[in-house]
């Protein structure tokens, strides 16, 4: 069992920057992917961003590409998320997960584990 406690989230300017962090406790944490996605209100949820076990591999959504940056730490069991540039449409409630596969998904069904979620609100 893993579990992921999301933080970071909060107000901020569109143009404006935040840096999302998931701590990660229990099982082995460097074995697996782990990816952010969000759930704006009203709508599904949606892929983000991933990362590979090592660290060495990521992929970004289209609407986050050239924003968006994930990195993670093993050593610290964490995994991050910077925002850049953000815009009001990056609005939402931003989950982490954790997958048992060392290799990237962009699926919800991919990832075995979910945190709470933590909010993020872009004000024009």
């Known amino acids: 069992q893993v579990q992921l406690d999301e933080s970071g989230g909060g107000l901020v300017q569109a143009g404006g920057s935040l840096r999302l962090s998931c701590a990660a406790s229990?099982?082995?944490?460097?074995?697996?992917?782990m990816g952010w996605f969000r759930q704006a209100p009203g709508k599904e949820r949606e892929f983000v961003a991933a990362?590979?076990?090592?660290?060495?591999?990521?992929y970004c959504a289209d609407s986050v590409k050239g924003r968006f940056t994930i990195s993670r730490d093993n050593a610290k069991n964490t995994v991050y998320l910077q925002m850049n540039s953000m815009k009001p449409e990056d609005t939402a409630v931003y989950f982490c997960?954790?997958?048992?596969?060392?290799?990237?998904?962009?699926?919800?069904?991919?990832?075995?584990?979910w945190g709470q979620g933590t909010q993020v609100t872009v004000s024009s």
């Open positions: 990362i590979n076990w090592s660290g060495d591999r990521t």
């Open positions: 997960a954790a997958r048992r596969s060392v290799w990237i998904g962009t699926l919800q069904n991919n990832y075995d584990y």
């Open positions: 229990g099982r082995t944490f460097s074995n697996g992917a």
